[in-house]
């Protein structure tokens, strides 16, 4: 079949003849952008078309190819950010988040049932063009403390590289600040409400890590009173101060190959918060996977008066105890990194560094929909509560029958309690690691067989062309 290009005259004489059922459309007045769509609704309704149209007439079938030509020509074309063209800065970041939404803190380059924290800020920070890529390799990125899932932040830091308005010189004087990234502003405009970007620091001491630079982490962690004792925690407290082996109250992770598990605790206690809710709030250098939540686990059997205070004391003897007994540690839910403290660094907040209060008010807004969200149910629930437990007894912990608490309001009910001393122990740091050791080095090798095979048929594909 001939094929030509129809002018668009042509495309308005054949539209305005090629109808005799429906009513007369003077077509020469129509536009383009009407005849395109009027070829889409003809090429969409193939019924129609058949029963109105001449079977395969060249000049419709021009038509239509022309208007798609057309359509694809007015497609924007998707212009690839190239970072080396922009100037870029080191920069830390300063946020918060609740941790229950969350597959934990840390990017995962393996998918999770839910998002972590840092793949959703990574996303952010890409989709606004300040870094290149979504993953944590492409920015010199570092985060101050990695926390599970579940677990919540109020001053998380991290550190990374992003783009600048500002020249290396010109990023040097405070007085340039306003001509910057209004960095804050952006990011959150990106970010859901339950993780927020408070403050920004443009100039890092030299050399700073968000992970290496932390003088001290400080953790919180909430409980109700029910019945554990507070004073009787509060001795328990001061055992756990000071430079010891923590192994038998965090959980062993065989990929890291960790030998060293002394860790310094600066201060530990039981405070007061609001009614009936108190929080262990404790200072350190650095924490295992899961100490804190292995401590507190600890601390509520004490206070539930099922274990005496000795028995932090003892597990720090790795002659009593050389490998971890095995315990239930406490929820994630109520854990928070407090806060991560640095050295003197100029902390800058949104408003003020940023533009005026009236800049933030959809930022406020969204937040303070979300704390009414959860005041709301809060109330809800309070009013629930008297009706469905009203006929609750109140169950006395003894050795023979009772709950243990493990912070999640539930705890796990026991027919008989069997003491830290009497239970099954897990295996040792060094046969933990020497599996992994063994798992990694034979996974190796299977990866250099399979690369071998694939080079060989390669060759063998070469070699037969």
Same mark, same amino acid.
């Given at each position: 079949? /001939?094929?030509?290009?129809?002018?668009?005259?042509?495309?308005?004489?054949?539209?305005?003849?090629?109808?005799?059922?429906?009513?007369?459309?003077?077509?020469?007045?129509?536009?383009?952008?009407?005849?395109?769509?009027?070829?889409?609704? /003809?090429?969409?309704?193939?019924?129609? &078309? =058949?029963?109105?149209?001449? $079977?395969?007439?060249?000049?419709?079938?021009?038509?239509? @190819?022309?208007?798609?030509?057309?359509?694809?020509?007015?497609?924007?074309?998707?212009?690839?950010?190239?970072?080396?063209?922009?100037?870029?800065?080191?920069?830390? /970041?300063?946020?918060?988040?609740?941790?229950?939404?969350?597959?934990?803190? @840390?990017?995962?380059?393996?998918?999770?049932?839910?998002?972590?924290?840092?793949? $959703?800020?990574?996303? @952010?920070?890409?989709?606004?063009?300040?870094?290149?890529?979504?993953? %944590?390799?492409?920015?010199?990125?570092?985060?101050?403390?990695?926390?599970?899932?579940?677990?919540?932040?109020?001053?998380?830091? #991290?550190?990374?590289?992003?783009?600048?308005?500002?020249?290396?010189?010109?990023? &040097?004087?405070?007085?340039? *600040?306003?001509?910057?990234?209004?960095?804050?502003?952006?990011?959150?405009?990106?970010? %859901?409400? *339950?993780?927020?970007?408070?403050?920004?620091?443009?100039?890092? %001491?030299?050399?700073?890590?968000?992970?290496?630079?932390?003088?001290?982490?400080?953790?919180?962690?909430?409980?109700?009173?029910?019945?554990?004792?507070?004073?009787?925690?509060?001795?328990?407290?001061?055992?756990?101060?000071?430079?010891?082996?923590?192994?038998?109250?965090?959980?062993?992770?065989?990929?890291?190959?960790?030998?060293?598990?002394?860790?310094?605790?600066?201060?530990? !206690?039981?405070?007061?918060?609001?009614?009936?809710?108190?929080?262990?709030?404790?200072?350190?250098?650095?924490? &295992?996977?899961?100490?804190?939540?292995?401590?507190?686990? #600890?601390?509520?059997?004490?206070?539930?008066?099922?274990?005496?205070?000795?028995?932090?004391?003892?597990?720090?003897?790795?002659?009593?105890?050389?490998? !971890?007994?095995?315990?239930?540690?406490?929820?994630?839910?109520? &854990?928070?990194?407090?806060?991560?403290?640095?050295?003197?660094?100029?902390?800058?907040?949104?408003?003020?560094?940023?533009?005026?209060?009236?800049?933030?008010?959809?930022?406020?807004?969204?937040?303070?929909?979300?704390?009414?969200?959860?005041?709301?149910?809060?109330?809800?629930?309070?009013?629930?509560?008297?009706?469905?437990?009203?006929?609750?007894?109140?169950?006395? =912990?003894?050795?023979?029958?009772?709950?243990?608490?493990?912070? *999640?309001?539930?705890?796990?009910?026991?027919?008989?309690?069997?003491?830290?001393?009497?239970?099954?122990?897990?295996?040792? $740091?060094?046969?933990?690691?020497?599996?992994?050791?063994?798992?990694?080095?034979?996974?190796? #090798?299977?990866?250099?067989?399979?690369?071998?095979?694939?080079?060989?048929? $390669?060759?063998?594909?070469?070699?037969?062309?």
């Amino acid at each position: 079949m /001939l094929r030509y290009r129809p002018t668009w005259a042509m495309l308005k004489r054949t539209f305005s003849s090629m109808t005799k059922t429906e009513a007369r459309v003077d077509y020469e007045n129509w536009t383009k952008e009407q005849l395109i769509e009027r070829i889409q609704q /003809l090429e969409n309704s193939s019924s129609k &078309l =058949n029963s109105t149209l001449p $079977v395969a007439s060249p000049v419709v079938n021009d038509a239509v @190819a022309s208007a798609k030509d057309i359509r694809s020509k007015k497609k924007k074309k998707v212009r690839t950010f190239d970072m080396n063209k922009y100037n870029k800065r080191f920069i830390a /970041l300063k946020f918060a988040y609740l941790g229950w939404n969350y597959n934990g803190l @840390a990017y995962q380059s393996e998918p999770t049932p839910l998002p972590t924290v840092e793949e $959703v800020v990574l996303k @952010a920070l890409t989709m606004s063009r300040l870094i290149t890529e979504p993953t %944590p390799d492409k920015c010199k990125f570092s985060r101050c403390g990695r926390t599970d899932k579940g677990v919540s932040a109020m001053n998380q830091v #991290i550190s990374l590289v992003v783009r600048s308005n500002l020249n290396e010189e010109e990023q &040097l004087l405070k007085e340039n *600040d306003h001509k910057e990234i209004k960095y804050l502003s952006i990011i959150n405009a990106l970010l %859901p409400p *339950d993780i927020r970007m408070t403050a920004v620091c443009l100039r890092p %001491p030299p050399k700073f890590d968000a992970r290496f630079s932390c003088d001290y982490r400080h953790y919180r962690y909430l409980f109700k009173k029910h019945d554990l004792d507070i004073e009787l925690m509060n001795e328990a407290c001061i055992k756990y101060i000071g430079s010891h082996d923590f192994r038998n109250f965090c959980k062993i992770d065989g990929s890291k190959q960790i030998t060293n598990y002394v860790r310094e605790v600066y201060s530990m !206690k039981i405070i007061h918060l609001k009614d009936d809710f108190y929080a262990v709030d404790l200072k350190g250098s650095a924490f &295992l996977w899961h100490q804190v939540r292995c401590m507190v686990a #600890i601390l509520f059997l004490i206070g539930q008066k099922l274990e005496a205070t000795t028995i932090i004391e003892d597990l720090f003897d790795l002659e009593k105890y050389p490998t !971890k007994p095995v315990y239930e540690m406490a929820n994630d839910i109520p &854990l928070v990194l407090y806060d991560c403290i640095y050295p003197e660094m100029e902390w800058l907040s949104p408003i003020g560094s940023e533009g005026t209060i009236e800049k933030f008010y959809k930022h406020f807004a969204m937040f303070r929909g979300q704390v009414l969200d959860y005041q709301v149910k809060a109330n809800m629930i309070g009013i629930m509560e008297p009706l469905v437990m009203k006929d609750a007894p109140e169950i006395e =912990n003894t050795q023979k029958r009772g709950t243990m608490n493990v912070g *999640d309001g539930s705890g796990r009910n026991y027919s008989k309690y069997v003491p830290i001393s009497k239970r099954e122990v897990g295996e040792t $740091v060094e046969a933990i690691n020497s599996r992994h050791k063994e798992k990694k080095r034979k996974r190796a #090798i299977a990866l250099s067989e399979a690369n071998s095979r694939a080079d060989s048929e $390669v060759s063998s594909i070469l070699e037969e062309q």
